[in-house]
């Protein structure tokens, strides 16, 4: 189905989904012109959506390459973000570091549990990671995959839970964990990305376990 957007906001969206470019990357992935790629990059920085910075490539000249501001990602939903952050510090507060550590497993348990459920008619490694990043799309994740030479590269675009996450890291070790059981053991996954260490995105490495 044919994205029904407004320009702007499939600006907004592109950057967050596939990173800073430049107006002619940009232009090429909304299939507009250059100079309309530019009146919404001027738009969105107007709004302190966008930034750019001059970026120098061999002799060339520098090129503008544009990205989100904070303000920008937080355009994205991150799921009930201060009152879960909230929650998280009154239980450490009230009830000790060891209640949150089992409400964290709990959720894991359970997640594990709903994944495998969803994974269960899968027969290859990636038929395993093209399920798993259907379910963390729907989650609202902006899930996504690549194959290469080294076997896959599932990346997150988006953390819903980010201010969760930052709060308590549990959570993203939980994460790890659940992706580890559900793609088998015959999958070696590492995190070679993560959002809460500055980064843009997190993303892992699965790999074919030949031990």
Not at 36 to 45: D, Q, S
Not at 59 to 88: V, Y
Not at 117 to 146: N, Q, S
Request: contains cysteine.
């Amino acid at each position: 189905m044919k994205n029904k957007l407004p320009d702007h906001e499939r600006a907004v969206s592109i950057l967050k989904a596939k990173g800073p470019k430049s107006v002619k990357d940009l232009a090429g992935e909304m299939d507009i012109t250059t100079e309309g790629a530019r009146f919404h990059l001027m738009k969105l920085e107007k709004e302190g959506l966008v930034q750019s910075e001059s970026v120098v490539e061999g002799r060339g000249r520098p090129k503008q390459i544009w990205s989100l501001t904070e303000k920008g990602h937080n355009r994205f939903p991150d799921a009930h973000a201060d009152l879960t952050a909230n929650l998280i510090a009154m239980m450490r507060e009230t009830l000790g570091q060891t209640a949150v550590d089992e409400v964290i497993g709990t959720h894991e348990k359970k997640t594990l549990s709903r994944y495998r459920k969803e994974l269960e008619d899968t027969d290859t490694l990636e038929d395993r990671v093209a399920r798993l990043t259907e379910i963390r799309t729907k989650e609202g994740y902006m899930a996504e995959y690549k194959k290469d030479e080294e076997g896959f590269l599932l990346i997150e675009n988006h953390c819903p839970i980010c201010t969760a996450a930052k709060a308590c890291q549990g959570f993203c070790q939980a994460e790890l964990n659940v992706f580890r059981e559900v793609l088998g053991e015959a999958a070696e996954v590492e995190r070679t990305e993560h959002i809460i260490k500055g980064a843009r995105r997190c993303a892992y490495r699965v790999t074919e376990n030949t031990r």
